[in-house]
Every structure is written in structure tokens, then in C-alpha cells.
């Protein structure tokens, strides 16, 4: 249902096959922060291999985003080039 907030394990792992594309955006961010706030500094987000566009939507908005300390395709132990491992840094 539109408008409807669905409660999300906040755990360092943020699986996007779950999401429209369009609520990205606005998820990153929010996640991060909350991430942030519970002392998670190390987050995995897994956005899958396709054709790269969401990945490169996922890298676009954590450039953006000054809590990111930095981000890079995860190794094959973790998703290979499916998923990008975050550094956040923690909140001052």
C-alpha cells in the first residue's frame, strides 16, 4: 500500500532487489544515517550485477553524500562487483 512504512533490519546489509528503483534515492541515505546512529560504520549494499545502472545509481549518491568516508565494488567473498562495501564515518 502506498504510504505504508515497512520496518527494515537495520544490520549493515542492505539488499535493494527488495525496492523499486525510485525509492533509492531516499533509502541510501536514510539507511546510512540510521546505520550511523546505531554505531554501524561498515555497511554492505547489495544491489546485483544486470546491466550496472543501479550500481551506478548506488555510487552516484554515496559520492554525494559527506558521511561516506569511502566505497568500492566488494570481493568475491562478498558479492563481487554485485555489491559495494560503505565506510561511513561516525557521527561527530
Known amino acids: 500500500m502506498e504510504g505504508e512504512t515497512i520496518e527494515y533490519p537495520i544490520d549493515g546489509v542492505l539488499d535493494l532487489h527488495t525496492f523499486q528503483p525510485r525509492e533509492v534515492k531516499d533509502l541510501i541515505p536514510d539507511y546510512l544515517n540510521e546505520c550511523r546512529r546505531r554505531g554501524i560504520f561498515?555497511?554492505?549494499?547489495?544491489?546485483?550485477?544486470?546491466?550496472?545502472?543501479?550500481?551506478?545509481?548506488?555510487?552516484?549518491?554515496?559520492?554525494?553524500?559527506?558521511?561516506?568516508?569511502?566505497?568500492?565494488?566488494?570481493?568475491?567473498?562478498?558479492?563481487?562487483w554485485g555489491a559495494t562495501l560503505v565506510e561511513i564515518t561516525p557521527q561527530s
Open 42 to 80: 561498515s555497511v554492505r549494499i547489495i544491489h546485483g550485477k544486470g546491466t550496472g545502472t543501479l550500481r551506478r545509481t548506488v555510487h552516484a549518491i554515496l559520492a554525494r553524500l559527506p558521511e561516506v568516508a569511502s566505497f568500492r565494488l566488494a570481493g568475491e567473498d562478498a558479492g563481487g
